[in-house]
């Protein structure tokens, strides 16, 4: 018997939510996660100095009491620049996941139950898309169109898309065939009804380890782009320009990289673990993007 969508999506969320505390490397990935969201809203509470300002007085400090983690070559606080920077990152990052992620779940669950022609062209896109490497892909689009952070939320969104429409269609095409799903299309039930309230919650598993996946992949791709100078713009706070700007400074100065490293790492590790976690608890397989 086909159930409704207040019925169906709340006991996964509350499935997953289960597995989520019920596996210790998941919950290890959610609270690095947490903590990092925590952190990056919080910034200006925790900074200790602003993000931007330049002191020549002040230049390559090492860490001490006043400056926690040391000052960069234009006498900026690391400290205060990597907890800035974490708002940059996340706020982009976690849009284009969405963006990317969302879209991708709904052409992959359309293209598994419509099939015939709209799949085989959706398909065709997809496989063509997927032959460009996604760094490349990205520096494309943001040398034609620019650096502008809704540039790069659009073009993570074309870039990773694509390899959501794949996972998702494969994991809805075991679900179209079931009853409640053909019992819903006999009772003339419209494509938008049967793809909310029986193949998306019957999906939602594989979504949200493919957000988790995804999210680690996109915060490293966007700091790529800063450090090879086509993310941010100086003088503003973000992980992947502040190593860029400090890689000439390691061999005197190796502070000046070491707590963006950190805070990158920490977070993509926490992103990782989460996925990972979700997936043994769900019984999601990664590599093939279908239940294991």
Not at 1 to 6: A, D, K
Not at 46 to 59: F, K, W, Y
Not at 122 to 135: E, G, K, N
Not at 227 to 237: C, H, M, V
């Amino acid at each position: 018997m086909t159930r409704t969508i207040t019925e169906r999506a709340p006991g996964r969320l509350r499935q997953t939510w289960g597995a989520l505390r019920g596996s210790p490397s998941a919950m290890t990935g959610a609270v690095l996660v947490a903590l990092h969201l925590v952190i990056a809203l919080a910034a200006p509470l925790l900074a200790p100095d602003s993000p931007v300002r330049n002191n020549a007085l002040e230049t390559l400090q090492s860490p001490s009491l006043s400056h926690l983690a040391g000052t960069d070559q234009y006498g900026r606080d690391i400290l205060s620049r990597t907890l800035y920077g974490g708002r940059l990152a996340l706020s982009v990052s976690l849009s284009a996941t969405v963006l990317a992620v969302g879209l991708g779940a709904a052409v992959g669950c359309l293209a598994a139950y419509r099939r015939g022609w709209l799949d085989d062209v959706v398909m065709r896109v997809v496989d063509a898309i997927l032959a460009v490497p996604p760094v490349l892909a990205l520096l494309v689009i943001v040398t034609v169109l620019g650096t502008d952070p809704v540039v790069i939320v659009l073009a993570v969104t074309v870039v990773y898309g694509p390899g959501v429409v794949r996972v998702v269609r494969a994991a809805a095409l075991d679900v179209v065939p079931r009853d409640y799903v053909t019992a819903a299309r006999a009772r003339g039930e419209g494509t938008f009804s049967v793809l909310l309230r029986d193949i998306g919650p019957n999906v939602l598993d594989v979504v949200l380890v493919e957000f988790a996946m995804r999210a680690s992949w996109v915060v490293l791709l966007i700091s790529s782009l800063s450090f090879l100078g086509f993310g941010a713009n100086p003088p503003t706070p973000d992980w992947g320009l502040m190593v860029s700007e400090n890689r000439s400074m390691l061999a005197v100065a190796p502070w000046t990289s070491i707590a963006p490293i950190i805070a990158l790492s920490t977070l993509v590790i926490g992103l990782n673990m989460a996925a990972d976690g979700l997936a043994k608890a769900l019984g999601v397989d990664r590599a093939h993007g279908g239940a294991a």
